[in-house]
């Protein structure tokens, strides 16, 4: 679907020129023009931050809805949107332009199939109502067979493993699946919601597992239930996979590497070549010892590095602060600097304005944390920072020392007096001179404030996962969802 044709309603009734708009967001007028005319579909980076301009969220550019509106939305016969083409089945999307619906309607087409082990079976935490209008089905809902014809309706528990073929030509079928536990409905952000939307409108990537566990497989699986992952690349030894990676067989390829001697070292390896191959577009950690996993990552011959260090981006929404906050690094660089470091201070800064631009913030404000905003000798960080922050930078506004306080809240800014400071206030990235400082803050706003919160490992080629047993559901799934979004931005 694009969305040329609901931008140039927002820029209307904004009163935007196409210049004034493409100035926003760092673009001229003819690119605003191409995407109007649907010469151009933008990359999501890019839609989050028309989005930003206009005041609202990326849905109402997607399907021409915000989230919190509720309505009567018709869709003509021209409108429905075929949304997948699996084996056996067609669909079209009856309702593809409300934003933030609990059903999911569609008319499926469905066709034979040669023989049973080319059924493919479906589960999902919800419920299905499907209504025979032409031809025969066969359903198999948890090992029972039902053949319905005309006029016959089923109603089942979708959690069941299900699959349909026709018996005949072609079956014709009306649908309505609802989702229990859709993350769009259960996540308390409104800017999480965007980020799920945006993965989404992706189309669907793909995925490296190495050595897959229950933790890596569940949180795929959910991710491939939310159209978030399409495929996932299963490297370990086949007989020790999870039995969860069948919920969703038909898009798991199992690369087998024999279990032995360096068995870790040789699957994170494979893992690492079909990244270099094309096959993924993240790789993420299973039952794998880190270390053994970046060594892979990092290898100078055979690795996916970029020769830029590697940081954990951590992406909070927090209460009273009406934007996205990116928080590096909490998990994985001791210190913003080693012996005075002055490339890896700016390559964990960098990271972070990478990240910060593929979630649509035009032009990053990066707050460097300390304990107060004047500089102290008896305070070394704080000279660092400030010797930070006098650097030239590109694409992005960068100040330190300041105080949590002053860098996050305007209010406190002008208590103090500061006023018309580039980040003071308004401050989209917070860099922690220590991971303890940054370890400190995602523990108090993820399990104190009950944040949500997605994590992204970046300074490879492709996004890194390294989910933990103690994330719950919705971390992973926002993780898998921002290491999309960041990854797509990457390719653009």
Not at 8 to 24: F, V
Not at 288 to 312: C, D, H, P
Not at 456 to 466: D, K, R, S, T
Request: charged share 25%.
């Amino acid at each position: 679907m694009h969305t040329g044709e609901n931008m140039r309603k927002l820029r209307e009734a904004h009163e935007l020129s196409p210049e004034t708009l493409g100035a926003e967001i760092g673009k001229d007028a003819a690119y605003i023009e191409a995407i109007e005319r649907q010469e151009y579909e933008p990359p999501v980076s890019e839609l989050l931050k028309i989005a930003s301009v206009f005041g609202t969220d990326i849905s109402a550019l997607i399907y021409g809805k915000e989230f919190e509106e509720k309505s009567v939305m018709v869709t003509d016969k021209n409108s429905r949107v075929k949304v997948e083409r699996k084996k056996a089945l067609d669909y079209e999307n009856l309702a593809p332009y409300y934003a933030g619906r609990h059903i999911e309607p569609f008319l499926i087409d469905v066709y034979p199939v040669e023989n049973d082990s080319n059924l493919e079976y479906s589960t999902h935490e919800g419920e299905e109502f499907h209504y025979v209008m032409e031809g025969s089905l066969r359903i198999i809902v948890d090992n029972k067979e039902h053949i319905l014809h005309p006029g016959d309706s089923i109603y089942f528990d979708s959690s069941l493993p299900h699959a349909l073929s026709a018996v005949g030509d072609r079956t014709k079928v009306l649908a309505a699946i609802y989702h229990a536990t859709s993350m769009s409905h259960a996540t308390r952000s409104k800017k999480m919601n965007e980020l799920i939307t945006a993965a989404r409108h992706l189309g669907g990537m793909s995925v490296v597992i190495v050595i897959p566990n229950e933790t890596a497989v569940e949180a795929v699986n959910r991710a491939m239930e939310e159209q978030v992952i399409k495929e996932a690349y299963l490297v370990g030894d086949p007989s020790e996979l999870p039995q969860e990676y069948r919920r969703h067989k038909d898009r798991y390829q199992i690369v087998e590497v024999e279990n032995g001697d360096d068995y870790e070292a040789r699957c994170a390896a494979k893992a690492v070549e079909l990244i270099r191959q094309g096959k993924g577009h993240m790789l993420m950690k299973g039952k794998i010892n880190t270390a053994v996993f970046m060594k892979a990552v990092l290898n100078k011959e055979q690795g996916i590095g970029t020769g830029r260090r590697l940081s954990l981006v951590s992406i909070f929404e927090l209460p009273k602060v009406n934007r996205l906050i990116f928080l590096t690094d909490p998990g994985i660089n001791p210190a913003l600097t080693l012996k005075k470091d002055i490339e890896t201070s700016k390559d964990i800064i960098l990271n972070a304005i990478d990240v910060a631009k593929s979630m649509g913030v035009n032009r990053p404000k990066v707050a460097i944390l300390d304990a107060n905003e004047v500089p102290s000798e008896k305070i070394p960080t704080s000279i660092f920072a400030k010797e930070l922050s006098e650097m030239k930078w590109q694409d992005a506004e960068v100040f330190g020392p300041l105080s949590y306080d002053l860098a996050l809240y305007e209010e406190s800014a002008h208590h103090k007096g500061i006023t018309d400071h580039p980040v003071a206030g308004k401050a989209d990235i917070l860099i922690v001179p220590h991971i303890s400082g940054g370890n400190f803050l995602y523990k108090a706003w993820a399990m104190t404030m009950s944040a949500d919160v997605a994590n992204v490992v970046l300074g490879a080629q492709v996004p890194l996962i390294i989910t933990s047993r103690s994330d719950n559901d919705m971390t992973k799934f926002l993780t898998l969802c921002a290491s999309a979004v960041y990854g797509s931005y990457k390719r653009e």
